[in-house]
T-cell receptor, first 113, second 115 residues
Framework: QKEVEQDPGPLSVPEGAIVSLNCTYSNSAFQYFMWYRQYSRKGPELLMYTYSSGNKEDGRFTAQVDKSSKYISLFIRDSQPSDSATYLCAMSAVLTNAGKSTFGDGTTLTVKP | DTEVTQTPKHLVMGMTNKKSLKCEQHMGHRAMYWYKQKAKKPPELMFVYSYEKLSINESVPSRFSPECPNSSLLNLHLHALQPEDSALYLC??????????????FGAGTRLSVL
């Protein structure tokens, strides 16, 4: 079983819809939770990160972490065609040195005008 | 400025060629990473440098040779690659510290084709 499981998609929604992207994990040591957006043939772009449990909002994006359920979500409000991309969740433990992040397999989102 | 710069953007090489990928960051990060990404897959970690020292090698074949000349630069030397090594190669950097966040910032990648 993978340490991080991400809803596989693909996901297709009309413009203006609310999008929910989700990941579950099994490693209780994970404390940092990241969401990356990756456009086709480009590098991943860090959207948001959260530490431990709770919510974080940035414009149309909200990241939620529920450590008791080992479940994280990224919500996109008022989705736009420019949000069409692959979204990767990533997680890491609190480290005293550089180390690994564990990535989900990604969810491809298409927002139709 | 959260920018990691990778050159070249595209590279085509033969199986007998020697080439290098370059990565540069000016965020003061002391950890740098090389990843390989195949189509429709997540990034796959290859190497991690921490304070200019190699700290993680994910059992990468010796035809890939990393180098970290200073805290801002990271190179990946390529020699005698195979067609299956064709992929997007990503560089990333992050802070390192007593409680490292390990929040990684990625470059745009080098798209490598091995003929």
């Amino acid at each position: 079983q993978k340490e991080v499981e991400q809803d596989p998609g693909p996901l297709s929604v009309p413009e203006g819809a609310i999008v929910s992207l989700n990941c579950t994990y099994s490693n209780s040591a994970f404390q940092y939770f990241m969401w990356y957006r990756q456009y086709s043939r480009k590098g991943p772009e860090l959207l948001m990160y959260t530490y431990s449990s709770g919510n974080k909002e940035d414009g149309r994006f909200t990241a939620q972490v529920d450590k008791s359920s080992k479940y994280i979500s990224l919500f996109i409000r008022d989705s736009q065609p420019s949000d069409s991309a692959t979204y990767l969740c990533a997680m890491s433990a609190v480290l005293t040195n550089a180390g690994k992040s564990t990535f989900g397999d990604g969810t491809t989102l298409t927002v139709k005008p | 400025d959260t920018e990691v710069t990778q050159t070249p953007k595209h590279l085509v090489m033969g199986m007998t060629n020697k080439k290098s990928l370059k990565c540069e960051q000016h965020m003061g990060h002391r950890a740098m990473y090389w990843y390989k990404q195949k189509a429709k897959k997540p990034p796959e970690l290859m190497f991690v440098y921490s304070y200019e020292k190699l700290s993680i090698n994910e059992s990468v074949p010796s035809r890939f040779s990393p180098e970290c000349p200073n805290s801002s630069l990271l190179n990946l030397h390529l020699h005698a690659l195979q067609p299956e090594d064709s992929a997007l190669y990503l560089c990333a950097s992050s802070q390192v510290g007593r409680v490292a966040k390990n929040i990684q910032y990625f470059g745009a990648g080098t798209r490598l084709s091995v003929l």
